[in-house]
């Protein structure tokens, strides 16, 4: 359901965003809602069922919960994982698999009981893996359902690996990942060619049963994506814009990630500013792209009709503002 957006600045947003300083404030904050949800749990008596993500975002989030175990006693007994997705083929002993991964960041510094721990399996014969993600599926509402699934996002717009083209009720399956995507990988395989084509992932349709989903993204690199997801119309060709339909998403994240948002790339649309140089500078250069004319040719209607009256009315005549 689209969110009824309060604030004019937030108008164009179409889901719940967070904004820290910085990913090391934003993972904190992050770690603490999951060691929260673990220990109320606790007290009940019942687990704590966690949707949990690879790659190099939620790393932070992964030190701090292993911190919050070593230093402060945070169990992890009462808590069952099931991560995203696995390279297809995949040995679980590679330096590159999702299980090393996760051992190496997490599970190997905590006290989880290792049967509680659910990761795709990357060495099943073809004709297995219909049946193994069934029982995948399965096996999370067997649990309860997930409480709370972390994500991060691609710069292809997936969560999980469910690459552009992925339909909104999929499960989990086996899917063919994104050119961007093995790209992306390839530092980490010594080459892209040595990246798997393939991967098992829960679906979105999966994902979208969790009863909260933090997506986190960190980095100028994730900014424009993060615009399309936030803002953009919801589109297979952006499988993340497809959260915009949850009432229990969440976007977290750092400055840079957030900087190609609306409220901050060309903010002059949602509220009044202060017209600094460098911003004047930006809008009238904005202004002139978007309407494909030599700045000196901006008149008084072009800053009227999109959203620069403010600056016309405050600094102009236009004519002085365009020379400058
Ligand atoms: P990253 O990957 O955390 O390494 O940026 C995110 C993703 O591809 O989902």
């Keep these: 359901m689209a969110r009824l957006n309060l604030l004019e600045e937030t108008r164009f947003e179409k889901l719940p965003v967070t904004i820290f300083k910085n990913p090391k404030e934003a993972s904190l904050s992050v770690a603490q809602r999951i060691a ?40 992890f007994k009462n808590v069952i994982t099931f991560n ?42 073809l004709e297995e893996i219909p049946a193994f993600c069934l029982a995948y599926e399965r096996k999370i509402e067997s649990v309860g359902g997930l409480d709370i699934q972390i994500l991060g996002i691609g710069r292809t717009g997936h969560i999980g690996f469910n690459e552009p083209g992925s339909a909104p009720n999929s499960g989990t399956r086996l899917v063919t990942l994104d050119d961007l995507t093995r790209r992306d990988a390839a530092r980490d395989f010594g080459g892209k060619s040595n990246v798997p084509t393939k991967a098992i992932t829960m679906g979105i349709g999966t994902i979208f049963k969790a009863k909260e989903i933090i997506l986190m993204a960190w980095n100028r690199k994730k900014a424009s994506i993060i615009k399309k997801a936030v803002e953009g119309e919801i589109s297979s060709e952006v499988p993340a814009t497809y959260l915009q339909l949850s009432d229990n998403v969440e976007f977290i994240l750092d400055q840079d990630a957030a900087s190609g948002l609306t409220r901050f790339n060309t903010p002059w649309l949602v509220k009044d500013c202060v017209w600094t140089e460098e911003l004047t500078r930006k809008a009238v250069i904005w202004l002139a792209n978007k309407l494909n004319k030599p700045i000196l040719k901006l008149t008084e209607d072009d800053f009227n009709n999109n959203g620069m009256a403010q600056l016309a009315t405050e600094q102009g005549p236009v004519y002085n503002i365009n020379i400058h």
């Design 36 to 75: 929260t949800l673990i220990k109320e749990k606790q007290q009940q008596n019942l687990n704590a069922v966690l949707g949990l993500a690879t790659g190099a975002t939620p790393i932070a989030v992964y030190a701090e919960l292993v911190r919050l175990h070593k230093e402060e006693g945070l169990s």
């Design 84 to 125: 995203l997705d696995e390279y297809y083929p995949m040995q679980p002993n590679a330096a590159q698999s999702y299980v090393t991964f996760m051992n190496e960041n997490l599970f190997n510094h905590i006290d989880i009981d290792k049967n509680n721990v659910h990761i795709p399996d990357g060495t099943l014969n």
